[in-house]
């Protein structure tokens, strides 16, 4: 019913990078980064939470970098109910040029997610009167002992279901 | 790392399949985000050099000696004789860490107090300057990109300030020195 409807461009990011958030659909609008670390000689862990607070446990040491959490927009209508899921509840993260691996899991959306997104039971309301909402994502980054140093990337996938 | 991510039109499809559930007018909308991290090797950082002002006389007026960070060279100021040709050098410290990679420098303090063995006098060293790979002195604290090799050498260099009629002696402190990925 909102097809007529005009684009709504809310999100930039940077200098290069705008989401053209459409009605109904869902655009992912800050990366997942855990910034750099270094492994112990024990497993351990990173978590960024959807605040982009980046905290260690373990042997993992916090070392710099650009951490940040991930971050999704969308529109719908504004009371327009909708879930929103994740593609799978662990990703496995892998070293460029090697086989190294890593898992992330944990994936958390903040509760209540952001000022326009409110908990309607296992659903959320969409509660700002032009329907555009945006939600962080924060997970954890297991780390194991001796993890050989290099860049890791994975990806993860996001869903609204909008009813 | 920060390219957009066109949608997936199989996971709008499979998403769409369960949105029916709740109703038939539903849609839906999927994104994807990459997942990073660097896991670095840990910096180290091992002090090869001591930071030296080799012998000077003492003036009855205060005065100053410099160790260049760059050069190693030595001068002064004011009251201060530099006696010798050698026996001074700035020190240096060899570091390893993950090529290519922003690193920070930093000295603990900006000034640190020398004490003359035996005790009864003190002097103070300020004016601390670094030098990464034999380039230009500058002030800490300071990020440098680490070479593609993983090494690099700092060297670092200050001014020691000598008062007028300076207790005679043998003077010793400590420098702490920082190295931190950025």
Redesign the interface.
């Known amino acids: 019913m909102f097809a007529n409807a005009p684009a709504f461009a809310g999100v930039t990011q940077g200098a290069t990078e705008v989401a053209i958030v459409e009605n109904l659909t869902l655009v992912r609008t800050e990366q997942l980064d855990f910034g750099g670390i270094i492994a112990g000689t024990t497993a351990g862990t990173v978590v960024v939470s959807p605040l982009g607070v980046r905290t260690a446990t373990g042997g993992a040491v916090l070392a710099g970098g650009a951490p940040q959490a991930a971050a999704f927009a969308g529109r719908g209508r504004r009371n327009q109910l909708m879930t929103i899921t994740f593609g799978a509840p662990s990703i496995t993260i892998t070293r460029g040029g090697g086989t190294q691996t890593m898992t992330v899991d944990s994936f958390t959306i903040n509760n209540p997610p952001s000022a326009t997104l409110a908990v309607a039971g296992p659903r959320y309301r969409i509660s700002a009167t032009n329907g555009f909402f945006e939600f962080p994502v924060g997970a954890t980054l297991r780390v194991g002992a001796n993890q050989t140093p290099g860049l890791y990337t994975g990806t993860f996938s996001m869903t609204a279901n909008y009813q | 790392?920060?390219t957009?991510?066109p949608?997936?039109s199989v996971?709008l499809c499979a998403?769409a399949g369960?949105?029916l559930m709740?109703?038939t007018s539903?849609?839906?909308?999927?994104?994807?985000?990459?997942?990073?991290?660097?896991?670095?090797?840990?910096?180290t950082l091992a002090n090869t050099r001591a930071l030296a002002f080799g012998n000077i006389v003492r003036g009855t007026a205060a005065g100053t000696v410099s160790i260049n960070a760059q050069t190693g060279a030595r001068t002064s100021t004011g009251g201060v004789t530099l006696i010798g040709t050698t026996g001074f050098s700035s020190a240096s410290f060899a570091a390893t860490a993950?090529g290519s990679?922003?690193v920070r420098l930093s000295v603990a303090t900006g000034t640190i107090t020398l004490t003359r063995a035996g005790g009864g006098a003190t002097m103070t060293l300020n004016t601390l300057r670094a030098s990464a790979g034999g380039g230009a002195a500058q002030t800490m604290p300071r990020n440098y990109t680490v070479p593609a090799s993983g090494t690099q050498t700092f060297n670092i260099g200050g001014r020691l300030n000598v008062a007028a009629n300076q207790a005679a002696g043998a003077y010793t402190g400590t420098i702490n020195v920082t190295l931190?990925?950025?």
């Open positions: 790392m920060m957009k991510v949608f997936s996971a998403a369960a949105a709740f109703s539903a849609q839906a909308g999927a994104a994807a985000s990459a997942a990073r991290t660097i896991v670095r090797p840990p910096v993950l990679t922003l931190n990925y950025q």
